[in-house]
């Protein structure tokens, strides 16, 4: 029924919690499940690729991978 699907988390509990809701429809309806990971603007710093890749990045990573999602680039 939906095909794909797509899920926006954060690096958080929420996010975890909604990626497990996400998964959950994704296996139910045979669905090719896409996920991306958000940041709200304002918290942003100055030198926010690092940041992205030595904080965040790793963080949504971990997410994924309980969930047996792995990364394309």
Known sequence: MY???L??????????KVLATATQLAKCFGSKLI??????YTLLPRDYQKS????AVPKIEKIAASFDITRKN
């Open 52 to 55: 992205l890749r030595e904080d």
């Open 7 to 16: 899920c926006a988390i954060e690096a958080s509990p929420e996010g975890k």
């Open 3 to 5: 095909k794909p699907l």
């Open 35 to 40: 996920v991306i990971n958000v940041l709200p």
